[in-house]
């Protein structure tokens, strides 16, 4: 069925480091996407977002990458700082549906 | 900008008492807004989808009788539990989209947390 996965369930990085957090998709009518972080106890935070036109969007120390061949999307965390500390969920809106799917969250802990 | 408040943060009640979670788009009209429940470690799983001024659209095994969704107004949707028991504690969720936007964008509340005793 449709779904939005993630290879791996928690991830844990040096302070300084860069931080690589991935996301396998099913739908392929999905046409856009997009990464939230959530903080222990709070909604959902955006962070970066692209559509199924692009393959590489860059923010502030985020970059979002879509390979739509493998179907799959990866969010980079560069410099990653304790501030990072959340769980990450990659969101994919189905055309039509109107409607995002979640993923299942990567929680990304920072050593110092 | 885009800011989304819930009301209120959280929530104790007794079984088989009603509780009303509120969503309000603080900055901007919300023509489209969702409802999420999200149990510990778990993902946000979608509960309904309402539009302004007409009725929610569920989805699978979300009984729309048990979780009433009003959205009168551009800025403001309402979660009634009612009849709620221990297994309906959980965090709720709430996003809006923006109308005035072209965009698919949600921008989420910062969650409601209802135990139920």
């Known amino acids: 069925g449709e779904s939005v996965g993630l290879h791996l369930p928690t991830l844990s990085v040096q302070e300084g480091d860069n931080s690589i957090i991935n996301c396998a998709y099913s739908n392929s009518a999905s046409d856009y996407f997009i990464w939230y972080k959530q903080e222990s106890g709070k909604g959902p935070q955006f962070i970066i977002d692209i559509r199924s036109n692009m393959d590489k969007r860059q923010g502030q120390r985020v970059t979002v990458l879509l390979n739509k061949t493998v179907k799959h999307l990866s969010l980079q965390i560069a410099a990653t700082q304790p501030g990072d500390s959340a769980v990450y969920f990659c969101?994919?809106?189905?055309?039509?549906?109107?409607?995002?799917?979640f993923g299942q969250g990567t929680r990304l802990t920072i050593n110092p | 900008g885009a800011v989304v408040s819930q009301h209120p943060s959280w929530v104790i009640c007794k079984s088989g008492t009603s509780v009303k979670i509120e969503c309000r788009s603080l900055d901007f009209q919300a023509t489209t807004m969702f409802w999420y429940r999200q149990f510990p470690k778990q993902s946000l799983m979608l509960m309904a989808t309402s539009n302004e001024g007409s009725k929610a659209t569920y989805e699978q095994g979300v009984e729309k009788d048990k979780f009433l969704i009003n959205h009168a107004s551009l800025t403001l949707s309402t979660l009634t539990v009612t009849s709620a028991h221990p297994e309906d504690s959980s965090f709720y969720i709430c996003?809006?989209?923006?109308?005035?936007?072209?965009?698919?964008?949600?921008?989420f509340g910062p969650g409601t947390r209802l135990t139920v005793l």
């Open positions: 996003s809006a989209r923006d109308g005035g936007r072209s965009t698919d964008t949600q921008y």
């Open positions: 969101a994919e809106n189905i055309q039509g549906a109107q409607k995002l799917v």
